[in-house]
């Protein structure tokens, strides 16, 4: 399996699309308020959206610094995939908070602003905690988790690159224990809530989700055929760490997340046929929880009737901006490819 394969004959933007309607699934019943069984609600959560991403972007990413030529050379790849979109999606939000809040500063706004245009999403002012949820886009704390990882990861592929596989294991272990140990020492011994909220933030805590994407991409002529093949049996073992909690936790759940993604991988190559066009995911991620606020400031929720308006704003403003903007920046970076 050669990494024109590994690439592109697969339906990882399906897994990817669902991955974003799960997010948005959940945030959804939160904050509408919405009714809804104990059980089914639960079972939405097996397809967990942000681990799910965190595995597939870094088995994407040792594909995509296989191909760049120079770190600045992946650098504006990165760029042009990441920040047009996203300071559409934050031009929108603006322009929603200044016509339908009436507590916002100019200061407070232009400071707010910067933060969800570069790697400082997870911060709101005061001046903008009474609108909608209180966030005004809550989703976009993982934008600076994942602007983290693109940054560093390209000094772990020239480390890591071609090392043995005992060497991935043992590198595994160690930074999970790693993220597991500082979990505990920000939330519990260090007995301020704001560290263990700025750790909450940091790539430290979630790199070995993205560790398992790029351990299957290093090993991939290994590993994918298997999974191409037992995919089901991985999904079924998520299952099981999934249904009786037997797990152990940092940021999300290990077992549970593993075998969920690389069961998803596997899933993608063995049904390439599966495969959508135009992959909205990012889209769905920027939006969604900007439709949601304009609905919870005007006290529309409680209702599941309000879920059908939201989703077809939400989805259109997704397509719009992934044919649009992104359609752009896809160009772009495909030149930054060439040269």
Known sequence: MDKHLANYSNCLNLIRIIAAFQVMFGHLVEHMELPINDTFFRLTYFLRGVPIFFVISGFLMWFSIGKSKSYGQYLRKRFWRIYPELWGSVFVE???????????????????AFGQGTIFQFWTPESLRGYGVGV???????????IQFYIVVWFFYKVMKNCKLRTWIIGFIVIFFISFGLDDVTHEIAGREIIGKLYDQTAIRYFWLFYIGMFVAE???????????????????????????????????????LFLAVGLIGFAYRFPQFSISPDISYGLFLYHMIVVNVFVNFGWIGNWLYVIPILIIAVGLAYASTITIGGISLTKKQKIEAT
């Open 219 to 257: 090993h991939k002529d290994c590993f994918l055929p298997l999974l191409q093949r037992f995919w089901y049996i991985c999904l079924i073992i998520a299952g099981l760490f999934f249904w009786t909690g037997f797990d152990l936790f940092s940021g999300y759940y290990l077992g549970w997340s």
């Open 136 to 146: 005004p886009n809550g989703a976009l704390w993982t934008m600076g988790v994942m």
């Open 94 to 112: 603006l322009i929603t908070l200044v016509i339908l809040y009436r507590g916002w500063d100019l200061k407070s706004l232009a400071f707010f």
